[in-house]
């Protein structure tokens, strides 16, 4: 994998040496381009100092037959709370949402009786009862696997959201190769562009833990895109030379570069045979 990752960035022509290379390879080697995407996901919520501990001293509320009752003087509807960037509302059951709106951040969780509610940019996303049965494990405990479950959550929804990312880009990728298609399996084509968006990849991983600027960033997506401009070239190439050293008359036939290896192979094993 180190080879593949050093040729796609330095000499992306060498990738078709890797074209023998199975689906699986390929589907793990994307799996670790994903990964290293993900570092600055990562990094943010192991490093993230501002989450508040939630608890019935604190906030006033206690878990009551699967509800959120928070009678306790102290207790104040506008209270936040952070848990990884949400902003967390414990609001008593006649309390109405809009009396809390004007504090609601981009992404926040309003919990009210027996509810727990997503908003996202004040509009309410999901909804769902969860403290059924939690009484057994009270308040503080609940919120503590709350917190837990918020960041693994996150990590994983930001692992297969950069893997969606990662599949996209190298589907619309595969574009430029359309008129090869007729010569090359499009499997082997989509596994070296796979192998080609290596450098992307790796300007998201530094994009997303730096935080560069958007024009930057752009500039340097197209010195990425070179790899699978050069690779393009030179399949195209490659494929050129095989059609006109077999004649004109293989233009109509199917060309797979794996077909040649196969056929080398088998000549060799006739040779040894005899």
């Known amino acids: 994998m180190y080879n593949i990752a050093k040729d796609s960035i330095f000499q992306p022509r060498n990738l078709i040496t890797y074209r023998n290379k199975s689906g699986w390879f390929a589907f793990f080697y994307l799996m670790i381009l994903t990964l290293f995407m993900s570092i600055g996901a990562i990094v943010f919520y192991a490093g993230y100092q501002n989450n508040d501990v939630i608890t019935t001293e604190i906030t006033g509320c206690v878990l009551n037959s699967g509800t959120v009752v928070c009678e306790d003087p102290s207790h104040e509807d506008s209270d936040k709370y952070t848990l990884y960037g949400y902003t967390l509302f414990f609001l008593n059951e006649d309390t109405d949402i809009s009396e809390i709106s004007a504090l609601m951040d981009a992404s926040t969780i309003i919990v009210q009786g027996d509810r727990l509610d997503f908003y996202m940019d004040g509009q309410r996303f999901t909804s769902m009862s969860i403290f059924t049965g939690s009484d057994e494990i ?13 960041l693994i959550g996150s990590l994983v929804v930001g692992f297969a959201g950069n893997l969606f990312l990662l599949l996209f ?3 619309v990728s595969t574009i430029p190769f359309i008129r090869l298609r007729k010569f090359i399996k499009f499997g082997k084509i989509y596994k070296l562009v796979i192998f080609a968006i290596t450098p992307i990849a790796f300007l998201m991983t530094f994009y997303n833990l730096l935080d560069l600027h958007q024009m930057l960033f752009f500039v340097l997506m197209f010195i990425g895109y070179r790899s699978i401009y050069l690779l393009q070239r030179e399949l195209y190439y490659q494929t050129m030379m095989h059609l006109q050293s077999h004649g004109s008359n293989t233009v109509d036939s199917e060309y797979s570069l794996i077909e040649d290896d196969e056929s080398e192979e088998s000549e060799n094993s006739e040779d040894d045979d005899s």
Request: hydrophobic fraction near 60%.
């Open 169 to 171: 880009i190298s589907l």
């Open 138 to 150: 009270g308040f503080d405990d609940f919120f503590a696997s709350m917190k837990v479950a918020i």
